[in-house]
């Protein structure tokens, strides 16, 4: 299984998603083995804008750099080479990702996904507050017959917390940085999820819909810390 | 070869294993039954209904009511291991938690019931249909008429329906019917298909993808999915509902070639076995009785002839049971 999911991810990478079978047989693209000991020495130019804790920072004024500790490896990866590739315009991660070979990226990679795990949120079901608009659009989408949004969670996982390596997760991500990347799928400078799903969803969500998201799922984790924390005092009595 | 002669011993069995009323048994044996006459077409036209708001809900016990129908739509794995024995919620097929037009939703199904099916050749209740998809779709047992469960979901499809015409065909009901093509729905363009646009979030081996014990998207085939009775195991059923409502926020996106070849791809793999089944002798028989129309149920596939196992997934009971 595991195999089967680097070699897709690998397809995917390539734009090749629909021949990776052929792919397979012939034994071409062999993903590489990532190293997080070689990965930190590749990192040294990372750490200035995703802080040597990996958890980035939200700049209010500016652009806020992500949290990369705990994302999936493989998600990682297909980013840093999308950027190179120009399927992510990134000005400011351009020349960096430029500067690593695609060992380094196997490696910063697995460096980043292991510094730390990205927080488990709860995964059992509760039902959306109709009264609270970002808590509705997450759980249960816009499907009016212009937006066609689906929730969020319905890819991104319950709470946001993402889905394998395809589907990132969300809460606790940078609002600055969730935020920027919705304007880049709707300005196009970000076209690199597998078969254009969130750049169609993107155009959709008008300008306060995506900030107000973009606060939801930053806030999230502690939101539900708040939320369940008298509760599980409750529990223990 | 859709009329098809009921026999007394199925007849019993169906009502004894299906739970179906004994309206069937009264019917005089030997009359031509037709196990395959769909709904009527929901009517072309512009969409115009508009469900309420879940914020107008009142809180009173008609309101809380409502929302556990509304909890159980949306998470019907709350019932597994009871009447659910596989990995499916309703609104995986019925978007919107049942909602969204053209995708088979609540409130143009609530005013149309009771109405004749041809799948069980009598006239449905509501509570009936929706105990089809537990015994289906579900690929489980269904909730007892009267039971919280099937109330609250009932409820919850009323209040749904407000304002919604009684007896009245609605456009957006259902699944958009797609026009046959001429190079018909094949199994092999449907694998590519597959493979670029559906693997992403369904797996490659139609698995689905879990989050914890989290069911995320759902599995398309095996013992997880929908079982060779259910309504989306039929090609032209499942084309429709890709076409209008597949890849998840890209609806009418794929030809109606690529909906029909996916269409066929994925209803060609294995899955739970057909609860009528267990009321007929051989898979001959249920093939032939219950399957005349666009499916592989009993058709050879790869070498495999496909429902013939006495695998009925999760579900409790055995063949005979």
Known sequence: MTIIRIASGVGLLLGLASVQASAQASGQAQPLEGDAERG???????????????MGMDNPNGESWPRL???????????????KAGRRESATMMPFANMLDDQQIADVSAYYAEMAAWPTLPTAYQPADPE?????????GDWAEDSMIPACNQCHGPNGQGVGDVFPPLAGQHAGYLEAQLEAWRDGSRHNDPNQLMAGVAERLDEAQIAMIADYYATLPMALAERDAPSSEEDAQ | MSLRTS??????TLVATLALSPAALAQDEGVERDYQIPLPEAPEGEVTFQAPHERDLPDNQYGDMVRKGRDLFVNTQSLRGEYVYNEQNCANCHLDAGRLANSAPMWASFGVYPAYRGKNDKVNTLSERIQGCFTYSMNGTPPPTGSEPLVAMQTYLHWMSTGAPINESLPGRGYPKLEATEQG???ARGAEVYAAQCAVCHGDEGQGQTVGERQVFPPLWGDGAYNWGAGMHRVNTAANFIKANMPLGKPYSLTDQQAWDVAAFINGHERPQDPRRRTLETLEETDATFHNHHGFYGDEIDGRRLGDHADFGESPRPLDG
């Open chain 2, 185 to 187: 729905a094949d199994r």
């Open chain 2, 7 to 12: 026999r007394p011993l199925m007849a019993a």
């Open chain 1, 132 to 140: 609270d608009a970002a808590e509705w659009l997450a759980n249960r």
């Open chain 1, 69 to 83: 500790a705990g994302l999936p490896a493989a998600y990682i990866e297909k980013q840093l080479h999308d950027i």
């Open chain 1, 40 to 54: 930190q020495q590749a990192a040294g130019v990372c750490v200035a804008c995703h802080q040597a804790d990996g």
